[in-house]
């Protein structure tokens, strides 16, 4: 029997299976990339909220009841629906709503989108920024408060780095808070001043608290718009799910209002915060609550520090700083003793672990875990697992643990590489090492210190270049269509919904991609450029340009 035919005889058994099954849409005119194994084909039945049938265009076409729309795509490419297994959705939702988005082209562009907001600000009120990047600014200078101030001297302004560890702030925000050219560097941050002894108005780690204005009361309505604008941004670049990395019960309620109220544009997989656990056991909550659009995920947990901003935990120092290994977050014990409560109840595991020593640390709970309770398939998830070797990565693959790396840090933050230094990048983001030892790794952006456009992931993944033409890491390249692979079938084996998406498969959730090339036929530098036309999820355009 021809694949094809084997493809139409599954829908059939399906289709028989549930008899109000109908085909009630056909896609036609696209080069549809369905089947477990990614396979081009001509045509896509669905029905409902699911795929119903792919094969040749006359098969499907015959497949269609009376009645069914039928939609020609034009010669585009039909992809399954991208997964971003690692981002944070509701915090980056909120941000969106109320802060000044910073990542501009030059520092003048900032100031000036500012100023624009200043002017519809009551004056004292405190305006915050988030994604600015000193690296990214024509500038070639971070932003002093000098900058700032000609924004305004009416507002205290507050702008945090894309990686979340700075703040740049204006005079007014200083004065507000009392923080001038003899107060002390808290322990663990540091008042950056110049020269001169002045302050330059940059804030680094736990200093960045000293300068910013009263916390906002967040609304649960907020908190739903927020969800509304940034999975609408995700849906737009061709994300179907996505993972919150580090969520909260009130982001649950979010997604819930959101979905209620027609307004969440992608499926979430909610990660929740370790403080939360032994609320949500006693609540009788666990991993896999919910239903497709919103489900409860793994318990999430930290052992080390940060890659963009270079605080990961390694066993080496960073190049020119032969005294920094980097920062251990929690210890191996306390991750235990909140592991184990997980663990027992019955829920997945996934633990931020970023340099080699932290990725050790965390494997090592998993380990005794397993060990002392043992289960069939905790699918224990290694958030990051950014510098891995050979004994790590024999350790992962003897746990079934599913790393999530960085999708576009190679591409668009090279510049922060040289610090971990070339040979160092041909273990980092090991898209290739985890394939060739069978590890399913789900890769996502980790926004907002990582951009999520699945376009720009393809082509970091596949080319390991960044946006200047450095090459980081080149023996850790992969193909167009596994990068594909991971960032859908593994992505949706890592939130245990392997039988509902993560391809476009017979009874599988109707979740795709329209593209205006194919990244399988298009010069690999050139991936980024291609355009998302429309995105589906359930058998429904939540985006269409
Ligand atoms: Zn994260």
């Known amino acids: 029997m021809k694949r094809r035919d084997f493809c139409l005889f599954t829908a059939a058994a399906a289709a028989a299976a549930q008899t109000t099954l109908r085909a009630d849409h056909i896609l036609t005119g696209a080069r549809f990339y369905a089947g477990p194994e990614l396979q081009p084909f001509e045509a896509i039945a669905l029905a409902g909220d699911r795929v119903y049938a792919y094969g040749a265009r006359s098969e499907v076409l015959a497949l269609a009841s009376a009645g069914a729309k039928k939609t020609d795509l ?47 600000t009551t004056p004292g009120k405190w305006i915050y920024g988030f994604k600015y990047d000193d690296t990214k600014t024509a500038e070639g200078r971070k932003l002093t408060k000098e900058d700032l101030d000609r924004a ?78 940034i999975t609408a941004l995700f849906a737009k670049s061709g994300i179907t799910s996505v993972h919150d990395a580090f969520g909260s019960p009130d982001d649950l309620h979010a997604y819930q209002d959101a979905y209620r109220q027609g307004e969440l544009s992608c499926r979430v997989y909610g990660l929740q915060g370790y403080r939360y656990i032994d609320d949500l056991i006693k609540a009788g909550v666990r991993t896999g609550l919910g239903d497709e659009w919103v489900r409860v995920g793994a318990m999430k947990m930290t052992s080390d520090g940060s890659i963009s901003e270079r605080t990961a935990r390694m066993s080496q120092p960073y190049t020119g700083r032969p005294d920094d290994f980097g920062i251990q977050v929690m210890s191996e014990e306390e991750l235990y003793s909140y592991g184990v409560k997980a663990h027992k109840a019955g829920w997945q595991i996934g633990t931020h672990a970023n340099g080699d020593v932290g990725i050790d640390v965390a494997l090592r709970v998993y380990e005794r875990l397993q060990r002392e309770t043992p289960r069939k398939d905790p699918r224990f998830r290694l958030e990051h697992c950014t510098l891995v070797n050979e004994n790590l990565l024999n350790r992962i693959k003897a746990i079934n643990a599913i790393p999530t790396p960085f999708w576009t840090y190679v591409y668009y933050h090279g510049e922060k590489m040289r610090e971990y230094g070339a040979q160092r990048l041909g273990q980092m983001f090991a898209m290739r090492s985890f394939l060739d030892k069978g590890i399913r790794v789900a890769p996502g952006s980790d926004y907002v210190p990582g951009p999520f456009d699945p376009m720009m992931a393809l082509q970091s993944c596949v080319t390991r270049t960044d946006s200047n033409g450095t090459v980081w890491g080149a023996n850790q390249k992969i193909t167009v269509r596994e990068a594909i692979l991971a960032s859908t079938r593994n992505g949706a084996y890592a939130s245990c919904e392997e039988h ?3 391809s476009l498969d017979a009874g599988k959730l109707a979740d795709l991609v329209v593209l205006d090339k194919d990244p ?14 429309r995105t589906m999820a359930g058998g429904r355009w939540t985006f269409e340009s």
């Not at 629906?81 to 109320?98: E, W």
């Not at 009416?154 to 808070?177: D, E, F, M, T, W």
Request: proline content about 4%; aromatic content about 2%.
């Open 152 to 229: 305004t001297t009416k507002h205290p302004v507050a702008i945090r780095h894309r990686g979340g560890h700075s703040l740049y702030v204006n005079s007014l925000a200083l004065q507000v808070r009392d923080v001038n050219a003899k107060t002390p560097d808290p322990s663990g941050g540091l008042i950056v001043k110049d020269a001169k002894g002045q302050l330059t108005g940059e804030l680094r780690e736990t200093a960045t608290s000293l300068a910013m204005g009263p916390r906002e009361v967040v609304t649960g309505n907020q908190r739903r718009e927020g969800v509304k604008r």
């Open 500 to 502: 509902l998406k993560g």
């Open 520 to 533: 399988h036929a298009v010069n690999p530098s050139e991936i980024i450029r291609i355009k998302v036309l």
């Open 74 to 120: 034009g010669g585009a490419t039909v992809l399954p629906g991208f997964i971003d297994s690692h981002t944070h959705v509701a915090s980056s939702g909120l941000n969106h709503l109320v802060q000044v988005e910073c990542d501009l082209s030059s520092i003048e562009a900032i100031i000036s989108a500012i100023r624009t907001r200043a002017e519809k």
